[in-house]
C-alpha cells in the first residue's frame, strides 16, 4: 500500500500518550510514548513527533484521536476536541485542534474508552459484530458501545459507570465511594472502591469479594443487554484481572436475564458473549487509527 | 405537492390496526381503523383497504409498519416484518410482506414504541431533538431510542421494561408480576403490577403510591441518561396519566442523578427534559407514515 493518506493517531491517557504514524490499513511506520504533563509540555511534543514522522514517512492526511475526558466529542460542536471541566491542571480548554490544524488535516476526537471499543471491533475482541459494548473496570468504569464501527453518543458520551445496581446491604454494607452518588457501580466496584472496601485488589481477594464485585457488573451487562441489545459484551481493565471474575459475570449476567433475551449470540453460560479484551494495550491506539480513517472517509 | 409516492402507514396495535394513505408531507388522503383480529381476517381486510385507496388517489410507493411484536425488525434479517414466537393467536410467523409485497413497494417495518418515537420526533415533544427516547408505561413498558430520525437497535430491539430497579422492601414489599423477573421494571410499575399491588389503577390512588411508581420510573430515566445521553425523555402510555406523576419522576430523576450530568438540555427542575407525549393517539400512524418515507429514500 502506498504511504500516502497516512494516518495520524494519538491515544491520549490520564498518565501517558501513545502516539504513532500509520497506513490507513494499519501498519504503523512510527510510533512513541510520552508521560502526559500538561499541554504547555506535551503539546509541542506531540506536534514535534508528528512533524517528524512526517518528514520521514509522508505527509499526514488524517487525525484520529481517543481521549481522557471530559472532552467534548461533538463534532457539531464549536468547542469539539476542547477538554472541558477536567480537574487535571492545564488541561481544561485545551485543545487537540490547537496542535493538530497546523497539519491541515482532518481531525476525529472521541473518548479513551470509545477508542478502545471501536479498536476491539476493528481487530480485537469485537470482530464481525455490528454492535460492541467495551467497558472498562479500572479507576473508573465506562462504556463505549459501537455500531457499525461508529461510536453512539447523545448530547454527550455515555456514563455507564454511574447507573445504580440493586443492593443487598446483608452481604455488602459498603456505602460507596463516589462523591455523586455513593453507591452507583462505579462508587461501587472501581478498582479504588475495592481498595477502600477490603484494602487490597480484588486479584489478592476471595470468591466471596470476587462474587459481589461480579454481580454488580452483571448488573451493568444485563442493563447493556436491555438498552443496546450488543452482539458481544468485552469487559477489560485492571479490575477484570481477577481469577474467576469474569466466569462469575456470566453466570450473574445469566441468572439476571433468565433467559428472557433469546438469540443465538447469546450463547449457552455466556462464554461467548461476555469476553475480554483481544488487544490488551494497543486497543487504544488500534481505534485511533480508525478514528483518522473515519476523518479521511468523512471529508 | 403531487399524490406520486404516496406512503402506505400500519399502526398495528395489539387490539387495533389503523392504517392510512398519506402525502411524503404527511397529509392523510384516507383513513381507517379495524380490530386486530387473526391474521386470517385482517391480512385480507389490510390489502383490500389499501388496494382501493391506491385505486382512488394514486400508486403506492412505499410501506411503513409501526407493529406490535415480538417481530424481526432487522431489515438484514431473512425474517424481516416476521411475527416470532407471540402468545396472540395465529400470529406467529405471520409477516407484513405476504400481504404488502404485492404492491411492489418498500417496506419498512418497526416496533410499535419505535414508531411512536420517531412520530413524536418527527412531529410531536421531540421535534428539534437528534436524539430522543419515548417510553410508554402502560400494559407492558418498552423504549424506543430514535438518533436523527433513525430507531436505534442492536442484534434486537431494546427491552428497557425488564430492567432492575433498586429496590425498598420497607415501602414496597410487593414481590412483581414479570414472569422472568419478578421485580424488574415492568414487573413493579406497569398498569397490570399496580393494580394487581393495590387493586386499582394509578390515577385512582395517592401520593405515596404515586410516589412509589415514580421512583421506579425515574430508574430508568436516570439509566436511559447514562446510556444513551439523549436530547429529551417522552413518558407515555396509560400509567403516565396518573395526575402528579411526570412531576414526580422529574423530581426523583434529578435526585438520581444528583447533578452528575451538565448540560444545558437538563434544566433546573428537568421541566423540558423529562415531558410527556406531544401527538397522543397519533404518534403510532405519524411514526408509520415516516418509516414508509425513509423505506422510499432508502430504495
Avoid at 477538554?83 to 481544561?92: A, I, L, M
Avoid at 485492571?238 to 474467576?244: D, L, N
Amino acid at each position: 500500500m502506498s504511504k500516502q493518506g497516512l494516518i495520524g493517531a494519538v491515544e491520549a491517557g490520564g498518565t501517558k500518550f501513545v502516539l504513532a504514524l500509520a497506513t490507513q490499513d494499519g501498519e504503523i511506520l512510527a510510533r512513541t510514548r510520552m508521560p502526559t504533563q500538561t499541554p504547555v509540555e506535551t503539546w509541542p511534543a506531540m506536534q514535534a513527533f508528528f512533524e517528524q514522522a512526517a518528514a520521514e514517512h509522508g505527509p499526514i492526511a488524517a487525525f484520529g484521536v481517543a481521549s481522557f475526558g471530559p472532552i467534548d466529542i461533538d463534532p457539531a460542536s464549536a468547542a469539539y476536541g476542547t477538554f472541558t471541566t477536567t480537574p487535571k491542571p492545564g488541561w481544561s480548554g485545551a485543545r487537540f485542534h490547537d496542535v493538530l490544524a497546523g497539519f491541515d488535516a482532518p481531525i476525529k476526537v472521541d473518548t479513551d474508552v470509545n477508542g478502545a471499543a471501536i479498536g476491539e471491533w476493528m481487530a480485537g475482541a469485537g470482530q464481525g459484530c455490528r454492535t460492541v459494548a467495551y467497558t472498562t473496570i479500572g479507576t473508573g468504569i465506562g462504556t463505549g458501545v459501537v455500531r457499525d464501527g461508529r461510536s453512539l453518543m447523545g448530547i454527550s458520551h455515555f456514563e455507564s459507570g454511574h447507573i445504580m445496581p440493586p443492593r443487598d446491604a446483608a452481604r455488602d454494607p459498603f456505602a460507596g465511594i463516589c462523591p455523586y452518588h455513593g453507591d452507583c457501580l462505579e462508587g461501587l466496584a472501581c478498582g479504588p472502591a475495592i481498595e477502600r472496601r477490603w484494602g487490597t485488589s480484588l486479584d489478592k481477594l476471595g470468591p466471596t469479594e470476587t462474587g459481589i464485585v461480579a454481580d454488580y457488573i452483571a448488573h451493568l451487562a444485563s442493563t447493556l443487554v436491555l438498552l443496546h441489545m450488543p452482539d458481544r459484551l468485552i469487559f477489560g481493565g485492571g479490575v477484570m484481572k481477577a481469577p474467576g471474575l469474569v466466569e462469575m459475570v456470566r453466570k450473574a449476567t445469566a441468572a439476571k436475564l433468565n433467559g428472557y433475551v433469546q438469540h443465538p449470540r447469546l450463547d449457552e453460560g455466556l462464554e461467548g458473549y461476555i469476553v475480554t479484551p483481544g488487544l490488551g494495550d494497543d486497543a487504544g491506539i488500534t481505534g485511533a487509527i480508525e478514528l483518522g480513517r473515519q476523518a479521511l472517509a468523512a471529508r
